[in-house]
């Protein structure tokens, strides 16, 4: 069974930063560097949108709507897979999640994944 724990989340002024750190821990049935790791974010009322994915081989894919403000990098060793969110906008306001995927590649949305943390909440004002 993994678990996948958020951290980092809160209230930030527009154009503020905030870095989410998301740990991954338990018994796995796969092996934490070879699988890919993502953020999505979701606010009341729409559907759960991919903010930033990382596959096995560190390639990462982020939303038109954060790129060039997001960054995200994940650490093996560790299990510790880091959003760092620069210039947020209101727009940025959700709950974002810590999701797992059992596969190399992030093809797919969020149905995709198998894993996913609780979230933690990101507000912007």
């Known amino acids: 069974h993994v678990q996948l724990v958020e951290s980092g989340g809160g209230s930030v002024q527009a154009g503020g930063s905030l870095t989410l750190s998301c740990t991954a821990s338990?018994?796995?049935?796969?092996?934490?560097?070879?699988?890919?790791m993502g953020w999505f974010r979701q606010v009341p009322g729409k559907e759960r949108e991919a903010v930033a994915v990382i596959d096995s081989d560190d390639t990462t894919s982020y939303a038109d709507s954060v790129r060039g403000r997001f960054t995200s990098s994940r650490d093996n060793t560790k299990k510790i897979l880091t959003l760092r969110m620069e210039d947020l906008k209101v727009e940025d306001t959700a709950m974002y999640y810590c999701a797992g995927r059992y596969a190399r590649s992030c093809d797919g949305g969020a149905s995709a994944f198998h894993y996913w943390g609780q979230g933690t909440q990101v507000t912007v004002s």
């Open positions: 338990g018994s796995y049935g796969w092996t934490y560097n070879t699988v890919c």
